[in-house]
């Protein structure tokens, strides 16, 4: 029957053995695609991705050459589950069933860890506080009504949502259209050869001219985005074109209604129902040399929800956990006078340790189940 032989399919040790190999050189071109791509390219378009795909330099299109990771890791957590249902609950089989059980919470916890894992940067001068990290690659256009001195309302619109052509209705007295958004950008104040005019007719970008250029794939590079943005009123009436980008330091500023806007695009931020402000940060070295010794940052962290007030010190391998975040001591300024600390949240982070824990004592359960006979005999 039909139905037998895909159980036999899904739980055949043949199938465990491909997907086993095709991982292997999933990584192997993954590796060195790097190269070219960069990490965080791999890593979207090899491993999280159901089929990795290939395209030449500067072209639009991409072609289906290699089963994706998310394709794999999902073929072979079929197999470990549907051979668990096979084997049963034996217990002359308990170290394998153990095995197999270990396996699928790794699998299943990296998979958490891919669709619910948030990294971020929180960069802090010596006095400074602040509530929330930053991405260090995605971004967000922000418009703000500063019409009120004592409190700003914000909107923030990911970069996900900002499509050429697209028209926002966001709830304010002016709609938004998305003329071009350049995830990675030039800007030029005089006319370059390939570089286009700025259409803005107000704001810092009169004047500009800019060009989109191709997304960075070195680890210590940034992109650096722009876009052009329409702003008119329901009615139809034009308020001008903006260009917006990382470029800028300080936001652009609209006055419509009777209401101040201001604009930016800026790095998307993660709030925190908490503060943190930079106490110290301490940069040693060894004596008489420029080898780095220690890096480290005095915090204070400020709950008001909870009416916490303490001090806590960040160094190499001592990290702050709070409130679901880890804190990593990560950088720090060219003058000692300001730390970056990387802020992870990921909420499955101890699923690989006991994956690690179910699996061992699994093969140690198989190991000794053979053993102990053996020795029996012997003896």
Request: one cysteine or more; a neutral charge; proline letters at 6%.
């Amino acid at each position: 029957m039909f139905l037998d032989r895909l159980v036999s399919f899904f739980t055949s040790i043949k199938l465990t053995v491909a997907l086993l190999v095709l991982g292997l050189v999933l990584v192997f071109i993954g590796t060195l695609a790097q190269v070219e791509l960069g990490l965080y390219e791999v890593q979207s378009r090899f491993f999280q991705s159901f089929v990795a795909t290939w395209g030449p330099a500067g072209a639009s299109w991409k072609i289906p050459v290699f089963p994706g990771g998310y394709l794999i890791g999902g073929l072979l957590l079929i197999n470990l589950v549907c051979s668990l249902i096979k084997i049963g609950p034996n217990p002359k089989k308990i170290g394998i069933i153990t095995i197999h059980i270990g396996i699928i919470l790794m699998l299943v916890g990296q998979l958490a860890t891919d669709k619910l894992a948030r990294e971020g940067i929180l960069h802090l001068r010596l006095g400074e506080t602040k509530s929330y990290s930053e991405s260090d690659r995605r971004h967000e256009l922000t418009i703000a009504d500063t019409s009120d001195p004592e409190q700003a309302n914000v909107i923030a619109i990911p970069d996900s949502r900002l499509v050429n052509g697209e028209t926002l209705d966001l709830g304010l007295p002016f709609l938004l259209k998305v003329r071009e958004f350049m995830p990675h950008s030039a800007l030029a104040r005089q006319q370059v050869a390939g570089f286009e005019k700025s259409p803005a007719t107000a704001g810092t970008g009169v004047g500009l001219w800019y060009r989109a250029e191709p997304l960075v794939t070195k680890m210590d590079e940034r992109d650096i985005p722009s876009v052009t943005v329409d702003l008119e009123t329901a009615d139809g009436q034009k308020l001008g074109t903006w260009l917006l980008s990382r470029f800028f330091d300080a936001p652009e500023h609209v006055d419509v209604g009777g209401k101040h806007f201001d604009l930016a695009l800026r790095l998307r931020r993660y709030y925190k129902p908490f503060s943190l402000n930079l106490v110290e940060f301490r940069h040693d070295v060894y004596a008489g040399t420029s080898i780095p010794k220690n890096f480290s940052s005095l915090v204070r962290l400020d709950n008001p929800e909870s009416g916490e007030k303490r001090e806590v010190k960040i160094y190499m391998n001592n990290p702050l956990r709070y409130g679901g975040y880890t804190f990593y001591q990560s950088g720090f300024d060219p003058d000692n006078q300001g730390s970056s600390l990387q802020v992870v949240k990921n909420p499955s982070w101890l699923t690989p340790y006991l994956a690690c824990v179910i699996v061992g004592g699994g093969l140690l359960t198989q190991f000794l189940m053979h053993l102990i006979p053996f020795l029996k005999r012997k003896l």
